[in-house]
T-cell receptor, first 109, second 115 residues
């Protein structure tokens, strides 16, 4: 079966760094997405990885290891506005997204 | 640019009644999707359309139907609502579908409660 696993909730301090992990099992693999979703709002795109390695985009970076079925999202210099849920999604062989349940990130001052 | 709009924002519906959730995009995207999001679960695909005139079933299609008469509109119909269809429904679109990668853009969602 297809499955995306990520922690339910994480807490971090303003100004710090946090890493959100995601493991995936999909029928075929065409890439890994990260989305951000603030409470009561729609998901918005953060990153896409299809090759192994780290993609950096400002304060956010995303890493992929296809051999391990593993990805992480790294958030640096945390700000209060980063409090949100972070959704990991794998693109399967039919180019359909398989979504994890999301990681709720709580930022404390 | 509006992007994707959904209507209504929220709705309370009696079980057994029918309802159509509306979705319109102005980005001329080929592909459109309907998801439901329930607490503790990931987004689940209900139906999708890779291009106007075609539709396909997602992971949880039972009890729902869609149509794609043109590029911009992708309505979702519940023929006879049941309480288990209580959820937040998101419509999304992407520039292409069915064989390529493109990020999906989401509408603001419709919160539906079936009593």
């Amino acid at each position: 079966g297809q499955n995306i696993d990520q922690p339910t909730e994480m807490t971090a301090t303003e100004g710090a760094i946090v890493q959100i992990n995601c493991t995936y099992q999909t029928s075929g693999f065409n890439g890994l997405f990260w989305y951000q979703q603030h409470a009561g709002e729609a998901p918005t795109f953060l990153s896409y990885n299809v090759l192994d390695g780290l993609e950096e985009k400002g304060r956010f970076s995303s890493f992929l290891s296809r051999s391990k079925g593993y990805s992480y999202l790294l958030l640096k210099e945390l700000q209060m506005k980063d409090s949100a849920s972070y959704l990991c999604a794998g693109l399967d062989s039919n180019y359909q997204l398989i979504w994890g349940a999301g990681t709720k990130l709580i930022i404390k001052p | 640019t509006a992007g994707i709009t959904q209507a209504p924002t929220s709705q309370i519906l009696a079980a057994g009644r029918s309802m159509t959730l509306r979705c319109t995009q102005d980005m001329r995207h080929n592909a459109m999707y309907w998801y439901r999001q329930d607490l503790g679960l990931g987004l689940r695909l209900i139906h999708y359309s890779n291009t106007a005139g075609t539709t396909g079933k997602g992971e949880v299609p039972d009890g729902y139907s869609v149509s794609r008469a043109n590029t911009d509109d992708f309505p979702l119909t519940l023929a006879s609502a049941v309480p288990s269809q209580t959820s937040v429904y998101f419509c999304a679109s992407s520039d292409t579908g069915g064989g390529t990668y493109n990020e999906q853009f989401f509408g603001p969602g419709t919160r539906l409660t079936v009593l």
